[in-house]
């Protein structure tokens, strides 16, 4: 079960169009359970790391993280459950931004990567014509 997971998470990253490429680390704890991270790197030069630990069985994640930097390794953005700011409605879900915190759901990694593309899309046209 956890292991159909790790697959669909490879299917992912194998289908995006702006990942340059990427390694994964994956630890089966038994049928059900097991943990994921991975280190992606975008045609950009960006990055996106993340963790997951997941129980097959529920749709929740037991633990995850997506954080995107820059090539300078600078955070753009984080996603969490990191169990503080419990003053968000959305405890224990967050989103870091380079000078703020804010409520958000749990994301999966495609919303991530679609969320990430979005970006490049809108600076790249906010680019001037050469």
Same mark, same amino acid.
């Given at each position: 079960?956890? #292991?159909?997971?790790?697959?669909? &998470?490879?299917? =992912?990253?194998n289908?995006?169009?702006?990942?340059?490429?990427?390694?994964?680390? $994956?630890?089966?704890?038994?049928? $059900?359970?097991?943990? =994921? %991270?991975?280190? =992606?790197?975008? !045609?950009?030069?960006?990055?996106?790391?993340?963790?997951?630990? !997941?129980?097959?069985? %529920?749709?929740? $994640?037991?633990?995850? @993280?997506?954080?995107?930097?820059n090539?300078? +390794? #600078?955070? =753009?953005?984080?996603?969490?459950?990191?169990? +503080?700011h @419990?003053?968000? $409605?959305?405890?224990? +879900?967050?989103?870091?931004?380079?000078?703020? &915190?804010?409520? %958000?759901?749990?994301?999966?990694?495609?919303?991530?990567?679609?969320?990430?593309?979005?970006?490049?899309?809108?600076?790249? %046209?906010?680019?001037?014509?050469?």
């Amino acid at each position: 079960m956890i #292991e159909a997971y790790f697959y669909q &998470i490879e299917e =992912i990253l194998n289908e995006f169009p702006t990942i340059r490429w990427y390694t994964l680390r $994956k630890k089966v704890y038994n049928v $059900k359970q097991g943990f =994921i %991270s991975g280190s =992606i790197v975008l !045609k950009n030069g960006y990055m996106l790391d993340f963790v997951e630990v !997941k129980d097959a069985e %529920s749709t929740a $994640k037991l633990k995850y @993280r997506y954080q995107y930097m820059n090539e300078h +390794h #600078e955070v =753009i953005f984080r996603y969490d459950n990191a169990p +503080h700011h @419990r003053q968000f $409605k959305t405890f224990p +879900h967050h989103k870091h931004l380079p000078e703020d &915190i804010e409520e %958000s759901g749990e994301p999966t990694l495609f919303d991530v990567l679609l969320e990430i593309a979005q970006r490049e899309r809108t600076h790249t %046209s906010d680019k001037p014509e050469q």
